[in-house]
């Protein structure tokens, strides 16, 4: 994938003096960003980057990334109280994406599932 912009205000993190350093610089910092999670940050050095004219080719691990999503969305769903059981029936055989998937999908097929705590 390749993203590229006008502009020439750089991101406020490394003080930029127009060379490849600096670039490089903010592309270790935006896969950083990404890596923690950071949206704000990634989008603030995207931003440069791209009104700098920094050509950036990224590759996306699709499984790694599905599968973070994955959990995150177990997590979340076992947090607001459903079993974890239901939790992965919502997931696996119901193809839930989302939390309210996943909350329609276990409600539609409750077995004297409680509702969340």
Do not use: C, F, T
């Amino acid at each position: 994938m390749e993203a590229a912009s006008a502009g020439a205000a750089p991101p406020a993190p490394i003080p930029h003096a127009g060379g490849d350093d600096a670039s490089e610089a903010d592309l270790r910092q935006l896969e950083a960003a990404i890596l923690a999670g950071d949206v704000e940050a990634a989008k603030m050095l995207a931003r440069g980057l791209a009104e700098r004219r920094v050509v950036i080719n990224a590759e996306v691990e699709q499984e790694a990334v599905a599968a973070s999503l994955r959990r995150q969305l177990q997590a979340r769903l076992i947090g607001m109280g459903y079993a974890p059981a239901r939790v992965i029936q919502a997931l696996r055989r119901g193809g839930a994406q989302s939390v309210d998937e996943a909350v329609a999908w276990m409600s539609a097929n409750s077995e004297q599932q409680p509702a969340p705590n």
